[in-house]
């Protein structure tokens, strides 16, 4: 067959792609945040928020240090969000600063929420949120004790696990141990 009486070559249209299919967990976890971030804002205006994510499906805000208490408060006396359930609290040392976070369950809305502030590495401090948790009280003191967070309000700022006398705070990146 002579190339003059060869049908042209068609090209087979391109399948068009599927669309990806969308995780309901994730669907689901969206609303949660955009939900809870609408009464955050509603509330405090966008000055107070640094970041809001998903984490793992968990609706997770970064707040600022200086409007921690207020907005710990407000997700727990809100009468439509009460996150009244506090479930842990811990501290995490990063090269830039250190990162208090807590975990709190609202029975109202069945969902947990994460709350995150930050600190710089010197003289890092957060308000304390006894008065709004008692039952962080050991947390806080422990996180100063191990990462030297001070939380100014707090009733007894002592060390909880190391030695009055011990010199540091050992899980800091930068902790040298002596031998």
Same mark, same amino acid.
């Given at each position: 067959? !002579?190339?003059?009486?060869?049908?042209?070559?068609? $090209?087979?249209?391109?399948?068009?792609a599927?669309?990806?299919p &969308?995780?309901?967990?994730?669907?689901?976890?969206?609303?949660?945040?955009?939900?809870?971030?609408? $009464?955050? @804002?509603?509330?405090?205006?966008?000055?107070?928020?640094?970041?809001?994510?998903? $984490?793992?499906?968990?609706?997770?805000?970064?707040? $600022?240090?200086?409007? +921690?208490?207020?907005? &710990?408060?407000?997700?727990k006396?809100d009468?439509?969000?009460a996150?009244v359930y506090p479930?842990?609290?811990?501290?995490?040392?990063?090269?830039?600063?250190?990162?208090?976070?807590? @975990?709190?369950? !609202?029975?109202?809305?069945?969902?947990d929420?994460?709350l995150?502030?930050?600190?710089?590495?010197?003289?890092?401090?957060?308000?304390?949120?006894?008065?709004?948790?008692?039952?962080?009280? +050991?947390?806080e003191r422990?996180?100063y004790?191990?990462?030297?967070?001070d939380?100014?309000?707090?009733?007894?700022?002592?060390r909880?696990?190391?030695?009055?006398?011990?010199?540091g705070h050992?899980?800091r990146?930068?902790? &040298?141990?002596?031998?």
């Amino acid at each position: 067959m !002579s190339e003059e009486t060869k049908a042209p070559e068609t $090209k087979a249209p391109e399948a068009e792609a599927a669309p990806e299919p &969308v995780d309901p967990r994730v669907e689901k976890a969206t609303e949660k945040l955009e939900f809870l971030r609408g $009464k955050l @804002l509603g509330k405090f205006g966008e000055d107070v928020l640094e970041a809001a994510e998903l $984490k793992q499906f968990q609706p997770t805000f970064t707040i $600022k240090n200086a409007n +921690w208490v207020e907005v &710990v408060e407000h997700f727990k006396t809100d009468s439509t969000l009460a996150f009244v359930y506090p479930q842990l609290m811990a501290g995490t040392d990063y090269k830039d600063y250190i990162e208090v976070y807590i @975990l709190l369950h !609202s029975f109202t809305l069945d969902t947990d929420i994460s709350l995150k502030t930050r600190t710089p590495r010197d003289n890092a401090s957060v308000p304390s949120i006894t008065h709004l948790f008692a039952g962080f009280n +050991w947390e806080e003191r422990e996180i100063y004790d191990l990462l030297g967070v001070d939380f100014p309000g707090h009733p007894d700022m002592r060390r909880i696990m190391l030695e009055d006398d011990w010199i540091g705070h050992p899980l800091r990146k930068d902790y &040298v141990v002596e031998n």
